[in-house]
């Protein structure tokens, strides 16, 4: 079974400072299903980043990927207002199908 | 643009079936780069997977409900469905459809998504 461990589980930072978030899986994986979404409260997830670094259509370049194996991250370079929000990774397996990790919560510090 | 629109019973009783529909709009839903997914997050969890279907009716879902889930598609109306059997409180969530997006080179994922639908398991 696949299991998807993003950390931190919190992560509590101001405007303007960078952000780093970690996926990692219990099995190597292809990069091709490897996926960012963001959530902010009471809306659906909005896809960020797919295929591990390539940065779905309107995301700000302030967001990049990067990532191989069983080790993925999500980079916000210069936090804006409107990015604190739940982020979540996703990866596919044959054995598991497409599973999500547990989410990181960027909060105002 | 492509919009998705969830719609169905807000109530379901235990040990009956969800049944949920898709509605697509701005584009049709017979394309071969794409999957249609069902995908749910119940109250302050993560998001599951539950299963994905592609305009001719190949069907992948997740192996922990296999047993429960049916999805289907409709061209005519260009919507697809999900049902699922004998819920449980553990199946009260909020119910997303969404689109697969599958590209040649770059990866594939969830591209465009509906607002979602609270569904509750409760007699």
């Known amino acids: 079974e696949l299991v998807l461990t993003q950390s931190p589980g919190t992560l509590s930072l101001s405007p303007g400072e960078r952000a780093t978030l970690s996926c990692r899986a219990s099995q190597s994986l292809s990069t091709r299903a490897s996926a960012w979404y963001q959530q902010r409260p009471g809306q659906a997830p909005r896809l960020l980043i797919y295929?591990?670094?390539s940065r779905a259509t309107g995301i700000p370049d302030r967001f990049s990927g990067g990532g191989s194996g069983t080790d993925f991250t999500l980079t916000i370079s210069r936090l804006e207002p409107e990015d604190f929000a739940v982020y979540y990774c996703?990866?596919?397996?044959?054995?598991?199908?497409?599973?999500f990790g547990g989410g990181t919560k960027v909060e105002m510090k | 643009q492509l919009q998705l629109q969830e719609s169905g019973p807000g109530l379901v009783k235990p040990s009956e079936t969800l049944s949920l529909t898709c509605s697509v709009s701005?584009?049709?839903?017979?394309?071969?780069?794409?999957?249609w997914g069902w995908i749910r997050q119940p109250p302050g969890k993560r998001l599951e997977w539950l299963g994905s279907i592609s305009y001719s009716g190949s069907t992948n879902y997740n192996p922990s409900l296999k047993s429960r889930v049916t999805i289907s598609v409709d061209t005519s109306k260009n919507q697809f469905s999900l049902w699922l059997n004998s819920v449980t409180a553990a199946d009260t969530a909020v119910y997303y459809c969404?689109?697969?997006?599958?590209?040649?080179?770059?990866?594939?994922?969830?591209?465009?998504w509906g607002q979602g639908t609270m569904v509750t398991v409760s007699s």
């Open positions: 996703h990866q596919y397996s044959p054995s598991s199908g497409l599973t």
């Open positions: 701005g584009g049709s839903i017979s394309g071969t780069n794409y999957f």
């Open positions: 969404a689109r697969w997006k599958v590209t040649a080179t770059l990866g594939d994922a969830f591209d465009i």
């Open positions: 295929g591990a670094s």
